[in-house]
């Protein structure tokens, strides 16, 4: 498990709109964010964004992540047929703030 300790580990944290950014921080105050990335190797590399298309799907719930929602990203493994869109053989996992 990887854990998020402040909102200097998040990538993106400052474009969030303020109520978002709220959440986050309660969230770290709480205890942190937490991922265990499906039970794979994940990266402390942590990037948080408004979803730019509904097509990325969370990967702790497995529903559809919509559209200008924020979403919480990190790197994991790629294996089978996501390695055509794997970068150096990690691909970006998506999640829902809640579900990370």
């Given at each position: 498990?990887?854990?998020?300790?402040?909102?200097?580990?998040?990538?993106?944290?400052?474009?969030?709109?303020?109520?978002?950014q709220?959440k986050?921080?309660?969230?770290?105050?709480?205890?942190?964010?937490?991922?265990?990335?499906?039970?794979?190797?994940?990266?402390?590399?942590?990037?948080?964004?408004?979803?730019?298309?509904?097509?990325?799907?969370?990967?702790?719930?497995?529903?559809?992540?919509?559209?200008?929602?924020?979403?919480?990203?990190?790197?994991?493994?790629?294996?089978?047929?996501?390695?055509?869109?794997?970068?150096?053989?990690?691909?970006?996992?998506?999640?829902?703030?809640?579900?990370?």
């Amino acid at each position: 498990k990887n854990k998020v300790k402040s909102t200097g580990d998040i990538k993106g944290f400052g474009i969030l709109r303020y109520e978002d950014q709220a959440k986050i921080k309660q969230k770290i105050a709480e205890g942190g964010i937490v991922s265990t990335g499906k039970g794979k190797e994940v990266s402390v590399d942590v990037v948080v964004e408004y979803a730019k298309s509904s097509r990325s799907t969370c990967r702790g719930c497995f529903v559809s992540i919509d559209k200008e929602t924020v979403r919480i990203g990190c790197w994991v493994a790629a294996e089978g047929s996501e390695l055509k869109w794997a970068v150096n053989g990690k691909k970006q996992a998506w999640h829902h703030p809640t579900c990370f």
